[in-house]
C-alpha cells in the first residue's frame, strides 16, 4: 500500500505521485467523486489502477493518502 501525494496540477487535472517509485501521472477517472464522498477505484494516465476506500467528505488537495494496487 503506497503513500502517495494526491494534488492539482494548474490545469485542474488531479496528479498521482508515488515518491518511492518516482511515478507520476494524472488520474483520468475516480470511481466516487461527489460533494459527499471521493475514492474507490483511480484510474491512471497510464492504465494503472488502485483503490482506496471513499472519503467522507472529499478530502482537500493536496494531501497524502495510502492506497491499493488493483491488479
Known sequence: MPSV???????GKLLFYVAKKDLEEVIT??????PEEWGGEVTLS???TFY?????????FPT????????
Not at 29 to 34: G, L, P, Y
Not at 52 to 60: A, F, H, L, Q
Not at 64 to 71: H, W
Open 5 to 11: 501525494m494526491v494534488r492539482r496540477n494548474e490545469d
Open 29 to 34: 477517472a475516480v470511481e466516487r467523486d461527489t
Open 64 to 71: 497524502t493518502l495510502r492506497f491499493k494496487r488493483v491488479d
Open 46 to 48: 497510464d492504465g494503472e
Open 52 to 60: 482506496i476506500d471513499p472519503i467522507s467528505p472529499p478530502p482537500t
